[in-house]
DNA sequence: CGCAAAAATGTAAACGTTTACACGAATCGC
DNA sequence: GCGATTCGTGTAAACGTTTACATTTTTGCG
């Protein structure tokens, strides 16, 4: 495409197309090596040539092609986020955390959301390549996991959320938060806690589920069932469950909702059958999204930080991309955090001392462990 | 950097480094050239050549390399976004609005967040540039708005949710769907209706306070400075604006509070006053956040379709993209819909017979204007 | 069959960087 | 003062595409 034909001689620039580091070198009477070496701050440079370069590159406004600087270096700066389709909060949270820790780095971040099927989520990995050096692949799905590992070597990779696998990701700890909840619960003296699990090809829902089946563990098969009610991680499920419980015979004390959206929808379900929390029944409920707190009763539930998130997975993301070779495999846990509020109705009066009938998952010795704190 | 040093003859492969048309070229028989016509689709091919390169690609699992691309026709099919510290849901929606368009047209997004200051911003713009074809800059700030317009020219650049000036830009129909919002409240009876307005230096704000101004315009102005309440968009302000207002004397009877954030906190203030709704105080807020709906009650509120804002910027960047000469500044405005829920205690029994006292802006003509279905 | 026009393909010059290597000019030790 | 370093800079070859132009092959037609 010779249309300027003789760009790396002449001066031209004035009418228009964006000066080029040649244009730089002639203005500042150098060559286009020298000001390369000035503007990336490589060697050693004599500091009175180093001004007329940077004074040339001011003059003319020259901001290097990215393009061209890519293709000779083999690097883009840039890096790719896969995202499911995956709502609000969460979603640019994740973004957030990442984008303040690439900018500072000077990496800049590719996305693409909103992908459903793993078939189209393989394909945009596939435009991606080539343009990023390393891809940042959220797939809470279990379905989608498995298909991602595979694929997409060669180039550095980490997962967000991922169900097992073995690369290299960065989770929620989500079974630990979980714990966490119901281990709260208990010390409230509660005992009949129901549960309302997420979607199950969820792998956080899933954690959730094993969190609360852990500390559920005393209990028969059939009792257990019985306190547990899908969901679908959305308000309207939530308040589906809620119903159900609400109508529950032996009717729990407590409710563990597998997110917030789900123990909002629940609440909203209580206040219309005139269950009164936390009067007669405590909710918890998990990722502390922003209303949480402005719901009535303020919901008390396990924080989740998502930005962290996003800056270790970024962090660790770097870390390959910058020695592919020498890196090991690694799966990091980001803690989770309890917040107390008002929906449990906090340290209750009658504690330990009442012969409990359900009392299952107790006596297990307290190791406080992370994701626990208040 | 001349490491294989005889990449354009050799076939190479085998032990790294991606396949490159030259490889391609080689495998099928044919030249660059031809590779290249193959798989841009452009001009006459043999079909049996064609075959036959695409055949080799697929062999080779060729995929450009899009830096190379990019330097020779001197684009790079991504767009870069650029977005103020804002939170979770709008953020998030806007750039899923984008995207799916983006992504029909083979357009990448290049995103870039949380910036809140303009220097910040510019300095993004300025990394930005060369490597996109085109920016949109989301700025509701009022002071951010101006600076961004006078720079980053000679680059297509829409603006998203900015406070006037004079480019390309996309906004919200706040004006139209606060006046909408009144006019509901009043065909509902209302007339002392307070405002909970949001940050004076967001663009938004400004607008939709001045649709509640113009529908309250019959007022005195002291009495309207009565009824307006500072507010921040945050569920907090709406809190202590709703005490405000539970405790003002001559006590209202609805409350327009600028976002759905706040009405959710104004709703929360109420239910700790004691003061009912829908019964005794009707509640509207803007922007259709998806806790809207699982509030008690329910609120009605202002829809704003923030997809459709991502997209239809997305459509008017590109067309500038594609002409950047042929196009005239254009502002577009994206409709809101009213959306009601119990919030506002629906029709009313007792409605235009009562003399209503303060009865102001009454009795204009009732055009349907766009953002007001329901 | 021969020749012109059309169709298909090849050649090589751009695109704007980075950087290995070469080269001249200071600087140093003696 | 003179070779050996060191320092600062320039030259030019990559990086992997696209595409104007040249060249070859095919086709059409008398």
């Known amino acids: ?32 090596a020298t000001v390369s070496r000035v503007l990336n701050g490589i060697a050693v440079v004599r500091e009175e040539t180093s001004r007329d370069v940077r004074a040339a590159a001011k ?3 020259y901001v290097p092609n990215v393009a ?47 992908h459903s099927d793993p078939g189209e989520m393989l394909e945009v990995v596939e435009t991606m390549r080539g ?6 692949i959220m797939a809470p799905d279990v379905t989608l996991a498995p298909i991602e590992e595979l694929r997409a070597r060669e180039l550095p990779v980490v997962l967000l959320n991922a169900a097992a696998g073995t690369g290299d990701a960065i ?32 792998a956080d829902a899933r954690e959730r589920l094993r969190g609360y089946r852990h500390a559920m563990r005393g209990l028969e098969p059939a009792a ?16 589906a469950a809620g ?48 209303i949480a707190r402005y719901v009535a009763p303020p919901l008390t539930t396990m924080r989740v930080d998502i930005a962290e998130l996003g800056r270790r997975a970024f962090a660790l993301l770097l870390s390959i991309i910058i020695n592919p070779a020498a890196h090991t495999a690694r799966r990091e846990r980001v803690a989770t955090t309890l917040v107390v509020r008002g929906s449990c109705g906090a340290p209750k009066p009658q504690p330990k001392q009442y012969a409990q009938p359900h009392r299952a998952a107790r006596g297990r010795k307290r190791v406080p462990e992370k994701g626990e704190v208040s």
């Open 131 to 136: 343009r990023v050096d390393g891809l940042m």
């Open 171 to 202: 989770t929620i700890d989500n079974f630990g938060g979980a714990r966490a909840v119901m281990r709260h619960l208990h010390d409230l003296g509660h005992t009949h806690i129901a549960f309302v699990c997420g979607p199950l090809h969820n």
């Open 243 to 290: 119903e159900r419980i609400a109508a529950a015979l032996p009717r729990p004390t407590a409710v563990f909702a597998a997110n917030d959206s789900m123990a909002v929808g629940a609440l909203a379900a209580f206040a219309t059958a005139g269950i009164r929390v936390p009067d007669s029944m405590s909710v918890v409920g998990f990722d502390d999204i922003p």
């Open 224 to 239: 257990l069932r019985a306190l547990e009610f899908q969901g679908a991680f959305t308000e309207e499920s939530g308040f």
């Open 68 to 114: 061209a600087r890519s293709l000779s270096i083999r690097r883009s700066q840039t890096i790719g986020i896969v995202l499911p389709d995956v709502h609000g909060e969460f979603f640019s949270e994740v973004i957030r955390g990442i984008d303040l820790a690439a900018r500072r780095e000077g990496y800049h971040i590719l996305v693409s959301g909103s």
């Open 1 to 32: 495409m010779p249309i300027p034909r003789d760009a790396r001689t002449t001066r031209r620039r004035s009418n228009a197309a964006a000066a080029t580091i040649h244009d730089v070198a002639a203005r500042a009477g150098v060559s286009v």
């Open 59 to 61: 003059f003319l406004r």
